[in-house]
Structure formats: structure tokens, C-alpha cells
């Protein structure tokens, strides 16, 4: 039977509790334990898809084309055997859409409908079929204990630690410890507090992860323990580490696996963390730094681009070189010569993917002086499409754009996708700037590689399984026009033949794809095409 542990939060926000969760689950895997993981977010949302990058950061998406919280992101980079799903995030929005639909259906034979136990008990069900064939499921409450919007879910969990028994699961809570500089003193009371919220609801914490910028001495400890009805053993201090990557090693050494071990009855090995030691080690042992550019519209928040800014850190580890990420504001690079003197200064470009029209100039003012000047470019999903409208625009010289921006656009060498079917009953494909409609790529999709190529060169294969988010393609009518003015299209969707990947010839290293690789690079490797990106930009800097 599956074992549960429940995490939540407590005093404030942004504490780290997906990165707390993610590191104990490393350290049981570690262990030999099959790990998973769940995130329940508390907005009305049904997903955050449709929601702003300045609201929530980026959307993470799983390779069956779930749009999900940041958090999964942490979750998969830190597990090594499991990779995430749509069922391992809901949101309030989603449970209550689910009950309403059920509700209209009749399937409640005219009860009155009610918070519970209809809405405790969907989310029950769905917590309980995000375990299902894993050992242990970690289950992470999203916002703060005693929030109005996260008490379905406290609720729903309350009943289930009842049901499933303490043999079963528990519960991880996470708080603050905050100094106070005049008085020189760490100060429990909002711990104390934090806890009491969560008896309040009917449960009990087994475990206390303390933050802190301070070391915890014993006292403090005992304190802790006492006012709080958890052994003092089962109270963890997680200080302010130097990398999130650090994080596992702290859980390790404080004994929380063992924990967690005692109480479910598993006898196992104990956790080999020596993997973690070698990203740690890449990571602050590096020779050298590499300064990336990353054009963006979103940088004032760099959450925003989450998976892409840990890629970079992770190829950084495997090239044995610090990556700095120089954010640039692609909007106001349209109109600051001194923006555009800050990207001359840096060894590398990045335009990451994004929807809209604002900044897009500036992008391309990016793109253009990295194909000019010999600069490494990795352009990801729009910075692909706008890296094909830039050729097109100053080597082809053609009055070409996207259908996203310019609808009655002379040359739509990106646009939306119509299917159809010809005389024969084979599936066809084009690119129309008429098309209104449009639906997005969204999770794994295979792709191939042209044998020969700079991408299947990097990647040591000629087919590839990647990630996706977006509805607009590029036009497979320009592609021979593009390809004898140098740029070759090197990879295309093994369902579709659509255009995936593109390179130039005769640059050092000029590289954008459809699809979003940062999804699945890993701190434990990281991923072959960022890591051929920064391998790129430290020889053009040597």
C-alpha cells in the first residue's frame, strides 16, 4: 500500500516547501523507495495555462501535456525515476469543476452538494490515484496554514491521515524562525503559533522543518519540540543553504528519512547521496564564467523562466563553469543603445519561448547580432520562430512575419496549423495566415533529426521525444528558400513533419528548436542541447 506524506506550510509564504518536499523525496529514493509526488493548489484557476507569468511564474508542462505549477519542475529534477503527470496537480478551480459537471450529470441523485463532503471527498479520490503503484506519494498543500482558500484541502487531509492510519501517513510542516537583530534572538513563537493553526484544523504535524538564516542551538530545539508536541528528534532545521541542491544533503545528515523509515517500516539501505556531492561540487568548483544573455519580456521576474534559468545552472555543472544569466529586457532593447552595448559584453544568447507580440523586436535585435557576429544563440520555441522571421527578414529580404502578430502579413512564414485530408486519405498539413483556429501542441512528441546535422550530432540520435507548448508553427512553404540561403532545417515531428529544429551552416553555433528541452534537464547531467550551447559559448570565449 502506498505511504503518504502531507506538506504544508506555515507563518509565510515562499518558504521553499516544494523544494523541502522534492529533497526528502530524493533522499528516499535514494534509498531505494519509488517516489512521487502531488501538488494542490488552493486558486480557483482550473489551471495556471492561461494564467500571467508576473502572477505565478512559469507553467511547467508534463510529457502528457499537463499545464501545471513551477513546482513539478522541482519535483522532476530532483527525482530521478519519476516523472510527472496531469494527475500530480489539481487546483480548487479543477476539483469544483469536476463536482459542478458530476452535479448536472445527476450523478448525486439530487443531494445537496456541499463542500463535504463532495469537495473533500474528489479530492481525496484524486490524491489517493496520484499514489497509486509508487511507495511512498508526497503530497504538497499549496499557500499557508490558516488561509481561507487552502481549508478543502486541510480538511480533505485531515479525514485521510485518519483513514489510511498512522502506519499509513503523516504529515511534514514547514515554518519560519525569524531573528530579531535587537534582541540578537531566533524567536519560536510564530512556529508555536503556525502549529496551533494546524491543531485548530485537527492535525498533527510528525515532523518540523524550521527555516532560518541562523543556526538553531539545542535549547531552541527542546523549546520547539515542547510547544509543540513533536519529539524533538522530528524537529529539522533547514538554514539558508547556498544551493537548493544542498538541500537533500541537510535532510540526510538531520536523519528525516529515517524518520519517515521508522514510521512506515521500511528496512532499507542506507540513502547513497554521492551524486548530489558531484553537482555540489560542479557547482561551486567551477573554473571560469560564461555570461548568457537572456532576451526576454518577463525578466523583471525571473521565476518566469524557472526550467530555462536551472538548465543553464545545470550545463554549467557539466561544462565545469559558472553560467551568469545577464536578463534583458527585450522591450526596452528596442529603444536603449546602452541595453544593446550590455548584450554585446555577454559570451552567449538566449530568447526563450513566450505568446505576444511586445518585445519581439528587440528579440530579434538579439537573434540578429548573435547570427551576425558569431555569437552562440539557442532560441527556444518562439525564439525559433522569431530566429526564421529574422532570416527571413534580413538575408531572404522578404516582408515576412508571424500570423500571431500581422495577420494580413504578405509572407506568413509562421502561422497556425489547418489538417486535412487529400484524395487519397493521407493526412496533410499547411500553414495558412486565414486560420482563425488553431490548437496547441502541448507535452512529448517525437521528432526527427536529419542525419548529418549539428542537433542530431548533439543529441547522438536521429530521433528524440521532447516537450511542447505552443499553437503556432512555421510555414513548410519557405523552407527551400530558407535552406539555400544557409539556414537548415534539421529536425521535423515524426507525426506531422512539422518544423522543429533549425541551424546555420556557417555559424559557430546557431541553434533553435520548436519545443522546450529545459522540461527535462536534469542538475544530475543536465540536458545535451543546453550543454552543447554553454560547451559552445566557453570555446568562442576562449
Given at each position: ?46 489551471d ?18 499537463a ?49 463535504v463532503?463532495?469537495i ?64 540578537k534572538?531566533?524567536?519560536t ?72 523509515c ?66 534583458i ?22 530568447v ?118 505552443h ?21 521535423y ?32 547531467g ?17
Open positions: 500500500m502506498t505511504k503518504f506524506i502531507f506538506v504544508t506550510g506555515g507563518v509565510v509564504s515562499s518558504l521553499g516547501k516544494g523544494i523541502a518536499a522534492a529533497s526528502l523525496a530524493s533522499v528516499l529514493e535514494a534509498r531505494g523507495l519509488k517516489v512521487t509526488m502531488t501538488k494542490m493548489d488552493p486558486y480557483i484557476n482550473v495556471p495555462g492561461t494564467m500571467s507569468p508576473f502572477e505565478h511564474g512559469e507553467v511547467f508542462v508534463t510529457e502528457d501535456g499545464e501545471t505549477d513551477l513546482d513539478l519542475g522541482y519535483y522532476e529534477r530532483f527525482l530521478r525515476r519519476s516523472k510527472m503527470s496531469k494527475a500530480n496537480n489539481f487546483t480548487s478551480g479543477r476539483i469544483y469543476q469536476t463536482v459542478l459537471a458530476k452535479e448536472r450529470r445527476g450523478d448525486y441523485l439530487g443531494k445537496t452538494v456541499q463542500v463532503p463532495h473533500t471527498d474528489e479530492i481525496q479520490n484524486r490524491i489517493l490515484a496520484s499514489g497509486e503503484g509508487y511507495d511512498v506519494a508526497m503530497i504538497e498543500i499549496g499557500g499557508t496554514v490558516g488561509d481561507i482558500e487552502s481549508l478543502p484541502f486541510m480538511e480533505a487531509v485531515r479525514q485521510l491521515l485518519v483513514k489510511l492510519g498512522r502506519e499509513n501517513a503523516m504529515l511534514m510542516h514547514l515554518t519560519l524562525l525569524p531573528y530579531i537583530n535587537s534582541a534572538e531566533l524567536k513563537k510564530p512556529t508555536q503559533h503556525s502549529v496551533k493553526e494546524l491543531l485548530s484544523i485537527g492535525i498533527q504535524p510528525d515532523i518540523l522543518v524550521c527555516r532560518t538564516e541562523h543556526d538553531v542551538d539545542e535549547d531552541t530545539r527542546r523549546k520547539i519540540a515542547m510547544f509543540t508536541n513533536v519529539p524533538e528528534r522530528a524537529v529539522a532545521v533547514c538554514k539558508d543553504a547556498r544551493s537548493i541542491y544542498e538541500i537533500p544533503r541537510t535532510f540526510y545528515e538531520q536523519n528525516v528519512d529515517d524518520l519517515v521508522e514510521r512506515f517500516g521500511f528496512e532499507l539501505p542506507e540513502a547513497d547521496l554521492s551524486d548530489w556531492d558531484k553537482v555540489i561540487d560542479g557547482l561551486f568548483n567551477a573554473q571560469g564564467e560564461i555570461v548568457v544573455a537572456m532576451v526576454g519580456k518577463y525578466v523583471e521576474l525571473p521565476d518566469a523562466y524557472k526550467s530555462v534559468n536551472e538548465a543553464l545552472l545545470h550545463a554549467g555543472i557539466a561544462n565545469k563553469v559558472k553560467v551568469k544569466i545577464h536578463y529586457d527585450a522591450e526596452k532593447l528596442e529603444s536603449d543603445d546602452g541595453l544593446m552595448d550590455e548584450l554585446k559584453l555577454c559570451h552567449a544568447v538566449l526563450p519561448g513566450g505568446f505576444g507580440e511586445r518585445g519581439t523586436q528587440g528579440k530579434m535585435m538579439a537573434i540578429r547580432h548573435a547570427r551576425e557576429n558569431g555569437v552562440p544563440y539557442l532560441g527556444i520555441c518562439l525564439g525559433m520562430q522569431l530566429a526564421v522571421i529574422e532570416f527571413a527578414k534580413n538575408v531572404l529580404k522578404l516582408d515576412a512575419n508571424s500570423t500571431e502578430f500581422d495577420r494580413k502579413t504578405p509572407n506568413p512564414i509562421i502561422g497556425l496549423i489547418t489538417e486535412w485530408f487529400d484524395e487519397k486519405g493521407d493526412l496533410q498539413v499547411r500553414t495558412l495566415e486565414s486560420d482563425l483556429g488553431g490548437t496547441m501542441r502541448l507535452g512529448a512528441q517525437e521528432a526527427n533529426l536529419v542525419a548529418g546535422s549539428k542537433l542530431a550530432h548533439i543529441y547522438g540520435a536521429t530521433t528524440i521525444s521532447e516537450r511542447h507548448r499553437r503556432y508553427e512555421m510555414n513548410g512553404r519557405y523552407i527551400e528558400a530558407l535552406e539555400n540561403a544557409g539556414m537548415k532545417i534539421s529536425g515531428s515524426a507525426k506531422q513533419h512539422l518544423v522543429e529544429t533549425i541551424e546555420l551552416n556557417d555559424h559557430p553555433f546557431f541553434v533553435a528548436v520548436q519545443y522546450h528541452p529545459e522540461f527535462t534537464s536534469s542538475p544530475r543536465g540536458h545535451p542541447l543546453f550543454n552543447a550551447f554553454i560547451g559552445a559559448a566557453t570555446l568562442q570565449k576562449a
